[in-house]
């Protein structure tokens, strides 16, 4: 089973790379961030056509998810159960076949200190309280998203420049953390030093230039194949990108085997970050 997560920053700008790309990879679900489209305007045909079931809670002009599988979705969750805030539409869950598919677009956060800084942390804990209150993280489960937080200095060009900023607070790390110690494997676009897993699983990271990840984990490399969307026989960046890599991660069956990563596996989590 190959599971994707990509940032579109609007689908419906992006909506012919989407579709050469489902035609290319054939993924099996692709959770996708930033559709920036009302519910009425998602291109439904177009992607029922293409061969994918399609969940999707968007919104005009900003934030938005939305889910793709090729069979069929069960389970839909839109938002948090017994949110105490009106969110955004930034979450949405629905059960692929023997996986559960969990997408987010946590928010930015503008600055440390401001009310949206506040709001992403209030975000972040509505999301690690629905995890540990609705989910059982020893079932088989994907967490996919945009999570606007950069994990270690080391993932920074000039780390001493962004010091105690946006994404990069001592706040946000912890809160990222936390959600962390709930999954068994770690994906992440955002990294891009080598890093062993203290959670003993795997740390992937990819370069904003590179066209393949590198990969790294406690007891050697996996297949793992991450990789940045071109368009057919181009070594050139396509027009209208979004400005985001798609990580895409082979499952097989989804099944963990632990003759294959160091480290207890106690848990059942992928954790992917876009």
Known sequence: MIVASWNVNSISVRLPHILEWLQEVNPDVVCLQETKSVDEKFPLAQLNEAGYQCSF????????????SKLPAENIQKGFIGE??????????????????????????????????????RWLESLKSYLHQHKNSALPTV??????????DVDICKPEEFLGTIMCSDVERQALDEIKNWALLILSERSMSKAVSTH???IVWAHSDATW???STTSGPLPLSVKKFLAPGSTNRPEKRSGHQIMRRSLPNFQFDASSISGPLNRGGLFCLC
Do not use: H, M, T, W
């Not at 967490?143 to 270690?152: K, R, S, T, Y």
């Open 57 to 68: 809670f968007g919104e005009r002009a900003y934030n938005g998810v939305a889910i793709l």
């Open 84 to 121: 105490q805030e009106p969110f955004s539409r930034r979450f949405i869950e629905a059960k692929v076949g023997p996986i559960y598919v969990l997408n987010c677009y946590i928010p930015n956060g503008q600055a440390v200190g401001s009310e949206k800084y506040e709001y992403k942390l």
């Open 143 to 152: 967490l996919c998203g945009d999570f606007n937080i950069c994990p270690l």
């Open 200 to 202: 003993g699983g795997i």
């Open 213 to 215: 990840a590198s990969v």
